[in-house]
């Protein structure tokens, strides 16, 4: 009898029934092996240190842990035997799991070979399952984004119980250096984001104004006058910048940008601090021309070759072709491609931490020190926390600030390309 598949179908749905269910199963048994033990594991702390209350018994837990590992040694004899079988129990698990999968795979991979007939529709079968996966692929990641923003919500909220959002959104002082007790000194707060978001903005416009020329021109020389050779050597040497960690960016930044844009300053008689918002905006324009310059030259190339032909053959120059007719036509996509570079510099951490300053100045002058929403984010979040305190719970009220400039961002890049987009045959 002919297959009602071809033959691959049949070994592809033969894979999917032996790896997929088994590997789901061990993710599953790898999370509830780990929670019962751990459960298990506390009950027996609890009752040999009848005394230590949750907090103690999990610390006590996490040096078990790490006396399993080898990690510290301890003289304390009775937690020295709970860990001995902790670590007896763990590598009782790890084997019985490991022989759990291998003998579900094995009786999966004969059910699927039972199931390799002739009459059955391998293919059919086998497209439901890659469809069910691409389906919880796309599912898995918008859950992770709800999950992410309503994070950042619940703890923003919590900040605006206690800080009114109206004073947050539109206070000029931001200053968050609150006391845990009230008998301590500054136990008031000031948390106006105005500052913080004006360093941020200024911060971005340096950097675009450095990026769009940049990638722009490089773009368009690139496309449309640069040899295929040169142009072949050129793209992935600028990409190269694209591949170096914004650590280094940061570094650079702070012990080679900052000390040439002061003495600069110093040599035409202007006070330029060394935590200047031009050093940190500068180095950011650097890092994201590759990523403008890519999307710039995909977007040009996109243009029919047909409009060019055309501009060419009416007697324009190819100069005269590229600013009446090439960049018109791309004008769309190089919207987009300068939005999404703006939501790229607003949420930059690295570089803005080690190149500009703290202090929240509301000022627009580059050659001053500000401060960015994530390098409050940073500082807020870092270090000794108490996460009931205000001042903790203020950086999730900038972080959910933040997620809404760049969604707005990225919203409009969206559609303005759409709304300006040109058809052309």
Avoid at 268 to 290: N, W
Avoid at 324 to 350: D, H, N, Q
């Amino acid at each position: 009898m002919r297959p009602r598949s071809l033959l691959r179908y049949y070994g592809q749905n033969a894979v999917i029934w032996t790896f997929i269910p088994a590997f789901f199963f061990l993710i599953v048994c790898a999370f509830l092996s780990s929670i019962l033990l751990e459960q298990y594991f506390l009950g027996l702390i609890a009752e040999a240190y009848p005394d230590a209350d949750t907090a103690n018994r999990d610390l006590l837990f996490a040096q078990m842990e790490n006396v399993a590992l080898g990690v510290l040694s301890t003289e304390d004899g009775v937690l020295q035997s709970l860990a001995t079988d902790y670590a007896e129990f763990g590598n009782t698990i790890q084997r019985a799991r490991g022989w759990l999968v291998i003998l579900l795979s094995l009786s999966l991979a004969g059910f699927a070979y039972l199931k390799a007939m002739p009459q059955f529709r391998a293919r059919e079968s086998v497209e439901k399952v890659l469809g069910g996966l691409f389906l919880s692929s796309a599912t898995i990641a918008i859950l992770i984004t709800v999950a992410i923003v309503a994070s950042l919500l619940l703890e923003a909220l919590r900040f605006f119980d206690v800080y009114p959002l109206w004073d947050f959104l539109t206070g000029l002082h931001w200053s968050p250096n609150i006391a845990v007790h009230a008998d301590q000194v500054g136990f008031s707060g000031s948390f106006g984001m105005i500052p913080v978001l004006g360093g941020t903005l200024l911060i971005t416009l340096i950097a675009m104004a450095v990026s769009v020329p940049v990638g722009l021109l490089s773009a368009i020389y690139m496309s449309e006058f640069a040899h295929p050779k040169l142009r072949n050597f050129f793209k992935p040497t600028l990409e190269i910048l694209a591949g170096i960690p914004t650590v280094v960016y940061g570094f650079f930044a702070a012990l080679t940008a900052a000390p040439f844009f002061r003495s600069i300053g110093l040599s035409l008689g202007l006070d330029v601090s060394s935590e200047s918002a031009l050093a940190a905006g500068a180095v950011m324009g650097v890092m994201i021309i590759p990523f403008i310059s890519s999307l710039s030259d995909d977007v040009i190339r996109a243009v029919p070759r047909s409009l060019r032909d055309a501009a060419l053959g009416l007697g324009a120059t190819r100069s005269e072709m590229v600013i009446k007719v090439l960049l018109p036509a791309a004008f769309p996509g190089l919207v987009g491609a300068f939005l999404l570079a703006i939501s790229r510099a607003i949420g930059e951490t690295m570089i803005v931490v080690m190149a500009v300053g703290t202090a929240a100045n509301l000022t627009f002058n580059p050659l001053e020190s500000v401060t960015t929403v994530t390098v409050q984010i940073v500082g807020l979040l870092t270090g000794d926390t108490v996460f009931d305190s205000p001042k903790t719970l203020s950086a999730f009220a900038l972080g959910i600030m933040l997620f809404v400039m760049t969604l707005g961002l990225n919203v409009a890049a969206l559609t303005l390309s759409r709304r300006i987009a040109e058809k052309y045959e």
